[in-house]
């Protein structure tokens, strides 16, 4: 067995045995203890003769954040070397558009001075010109170092993102005999920093996010090296496989479609191929080497998680003893885990409203979820804030990374009793929730953020601006309450399926896994950003609606088309506006840019007059939803009505026609509409949402996009609508399509046979192959 020992810890002898009471007295909820023991562990140190440089990337694409974190490792990595004069020396240099000597090797002598002038060192800006960095050292060396008497280390702290060449200074520098370790800062280009360490590089490049690991893995290294010799008798460092991940934003080509131009022929149109692309963010992950400190004992590693005790067997062996919901495997794990990466306030109502006894009862809730879900290798960020006539925040997003810590700070909150204040809470925590811990200030992780409310009395302010305040920041919210506040937690919420509700205070306990899942779901891909869609709305402009609810159905289309990723590549929008009579506001392909779709979508006028669902309908499937049009062939086709239900007798068949034609038909139906009409309409219950007024309509902004881009997500037939003009035949063949033109000529029939011209007279046919990528988009190759 292998022991796993923390980074910072100094010979210390520690055994503590905590009680923590989940449930309460009041509700006779199950008492349990956890008991943790950690044994004697020796703290790793390299005491050698070496010159140890630090070259610290400043640069933008790092940002301030990450250039703390960049000097926190730092810190923490002198902890394992023994400096002074005679053995190891560290010095800094900073790099950015130019290098800067922060202090030579000979400045600071003691580890105290190192650390100390380590954290005042200033946050620079400018670009990533890592290769004039090294060839500054090649030209300078490492300033007050022992003229390579001493073995010489050079410690690249950098997210790999040079903007000039590093291969070659790198080169030259590591044939002078100098090691050189990459530590990965933020969302590493882990390809430049192989290309930067020495041979081999698996043992070279580090991960400055997990310090255990890079104090290790650099300990480890210097000491198979012969620069430093092991000191710790009994223990050892021992390497195992792992995956390093990072962000990096990839542009791909996601296929093409066709263009149309006009010609000054009549009845001809020129076409060619024009080529669209998606740009998403791709979690990439690469094989690697970790390393930790082993020593004999099987429990000092702490085996048992979640609070489990460890009974050692002999020197190899253990047991766990398991504290009651856990014991899924013999080191206790839990049966849920929030393995998805986001930033997570739990935002508690404390006021006289919910209750003293409902207070303690979200205390014992948060600390159970904490330990069901929750390890020490979560990717997950936990704070938590209660309100009720103010805000609190007492434990900060991030500001914990071990369980027990967390725990113990939940345990801390006090009732405070006052108003329930909700409307106020939210936009507070969206102001100054998310703010990073001190260590790491400025931090920026480009994470999803998710509020959870709990909350068991109504507000006493408005909630449905402050919600909407909230989600327009690009926060997730997600409610928890009783069941009595359903509808409020849907107007916090903005979507049903994000609302989570109990029956009585026993069944808030075993809402844990549906709060697991809720949370883990917005890390997932949100809306259509990279799904390629045509999307026509329709919206209801007769009398019966009248001027004043028209503007909700604009201001509706407004606020969803920002949902959605507005160019030829991606999502293209039309509107349709209805009375007696229907008329397109404007085509799909009119507006290549969000901007120009919401000034288009503004100035849509109301009709008045009578309404005809039917005639709309069949005016989108002969007017709008064609290629000619801006219709895409092999691309997702939606049309979402929006209807009071007057004027819908004669929209059964065009609505059946658009369907026919690979066209999703949405009904969405605002106040007492016939449901048993609508429902013919649809087709389906799936395509039929009910609304009670045109005010609540933004409250199922979300749920309805999610409906579109579910949908969206289908297989599509490339024949419809069909691609080929002048009344051309569209064959499908093997994942791709072609034109079988009479009379006319080119890939979609669009040029008329000149007479005469026996030669032409029988048009080869063009083949289209249309393919799904896997971020959904298509990609349109053309075979001749």
Not at 177 to 199: D, N, Q
Not at 507 to 520: G, R, S, T
């Amino acid at each position: 067995m292998s022991l796993l020992l923390p980074f910072d810890s100094i010979c210390l002898f520690l055994c503590a045995q905590v009680l923590l009471t989940w449930g309460l007295q009041e509700l006779h909820a199950n008492q349990e203890t956890i008991v943790k023991i950690s044994a004697a562990g020796r703290l790793m140190q390299c005491s050698a003769s070496v010159d140890i440089l630090l070259l610290l990337d400043g640069s933008y694409s790092v940002g301030k954040g990450s250039f703390e974190r960049s000097k926190h490792f730092a810190g923490k990595l002198c902890d394992a070397l023994n400096i002074n004069p005679d053995r190891v020396r560290v010095g800094v240099i900073q790099f950015s558009s130019t290098p800067q000597l922060e202090f030579p090797l000979d400045s600071y002598l003691t580890k105290q001075e190192v650390k100390e002038q380590i954290k005042k060192i200033v946050f620079k800006g400018g670009s990533t010109e890592t290769g004039l960095a090294l060839k500054y050292i090649l030209r300078k060396g490492f300033p007050g170092g022992r003229n390579s008497s001493v073995p010489e280390i050079l410690i690249v702290l950098s997210d790999g993102k040079s903007q000039g060449n590093v291969a070659i200074p790198a080169k030259q520098l590591k044939d002078r005999g100098t090691t050189v370790f990459a530590v990965g800062v933020k969302f590493p280009r882990w390809e430049e920093l192989h290309t930067l360490a020495s041979e081999p590089t698996e043992q070279h490049v580090l991960f400055a996010e997990h310090v255990d690991d890079a104090a290790n893995g650099l300990y480890s290294t210097l000491t198979s090296s012969t620069v430093c010799s092991a000191v710790s008798p009994g223990c050892k460092i021992e390497s195992h496989p792992c995956e390093r991940k990072t962000l990096e934003t990839v542009k791909e080509l996601a296929g093409n479609y066709m263009c149309w131009k006009g010609s000054k022929r009549p009845n001809a149109v020129h076409t060619s191929l024009c080529p669209f692309y998606s740009w998403k963010r791709v979690l990439i992950k690469h094989p690697a080497r970790c390393y930790r400190t082993t020593c004999p004992d099987p429990c000092d590693s702490q085996p048992c998680h979640n609070g489990g005790t460890c009974v050692p067997e002999g020197l190899e062996r253990y047991h766990c003893v398991c504290p009651l919901g856990f014991g899924g495997d013999a080191s206790c794990a839990p049966k849920l885990s929030l393995e998805c990466s986001v930033d997570l306030l739990f935002l508690v109502d404390s006021s006289s409203g919910t209750t003293l006894e409902g207070f303690l009862r979200y205390k014992a809730f948060l600390k159970r979820f904490i330990r069901a879900v929750l390890s020490k290798d979560s990717p997950a960020n936990v704070g938590v804030a209660q309100y009720s006539n103010d805000v609190q925040i007492p434990i900060k997003v991030g500001e914990y990374k071990d369980v027990l810590s967390l725990m113990k700070s939940v345990d801390t909150m006090h009732f405070s009793g006052g108003g329930t204040f909700t409307g106020k809470a939210l936009r507070y925590v969206t102001q100054h929730g998310f703010k990073s811990a001190p260590a790491f200030a400025d931090v920026h992780d480009d994470l999803p953020r998710v509020v959870v409310l709990l909350t068991d009395s109504e507000s006493q302010d408005p909630v449905v601006e402050a919600a909407k305040y909230t989600r327009g920041r690009g926060l997730f919210l997600i409610g928890v309450g009783s069941d009595f506040l359903r509808a409020e937690l849907d107007d916090v919420t903005g979507n049903p399926k994000r609302t989570v509700v109990y029956s009585n205070p026993q069944d808030l306990f075993n809402k844990i896994p549906e709060l697991q899942k809720k949370i883990c779901s917005v890390d997932s891909p949100q809306g259509c950003q990279s799904q390629s869609l045509d999307l026509v709305f329709a919206l209801d402009a007769s009398a019966g609606v009248g001027r004043e609810n028209f503007l909700w159905l604009r201001h509706f289309v407004s606020s969803s088309s920002l949902q959605f990723n507005i160019n030829r590549d991606v999502t293209q929008i039309g509107l349709v506006v209805y009375g007696s009579r229907a008329r397109t506001a404007f085509a799909l392909d009119a507006h290549v840019t969000s901007s120009a779709l919401l000034q288009a979508i503004s100035q849509v006028p109301f009709l008045g007059g009578s309404a005809s669902t039917g005639r709309a309908l069949l005016h989108i499937h002969d007017d709008v939803m064609t290629v000619p049009k801006g219709a895409r062939p092999g691309v997702s086709k939606a049309v979402v009505v929006i209807t009071d239900g007057s004027g819908i007798e004669d929209a059964v068949v065009p609505a059946q026609q658009l369907r026919s034609n690979g066209v999703s038909v949405f009904l969405v139906g605002i106040g007492a509409v016939r449901r048993d009409t609508l429902l013919r309409i649809a087709g389906s219950p799936n395509y039929l949402i009910l609304v009670s007024s045109y005010d609540d309509l933004r409250n199922y902004k979300d749920f309805i996009i999610e409906r579109i881009c579910e949908e969206a997500k289908r297989p599509v037939n490339l024949c419809k609508p069909n691609p080929c003009l002048n009344e051309g035949v569209c064959v499908l063949r093997n994942g791709s399509y072609r034109c079988e033109c009479r009379g006319w000529e080119g890939p979609h029939c669009e040029s008329r046979i000149l007479r005469g011209d026996s030669s032409r007279s029988l048009v080869p046919p063009t083949n289209f192959h249309i393919q799904r990528n896997p971020s959904g988009l298509q990609q349109f190759n053309r075979a001749l």
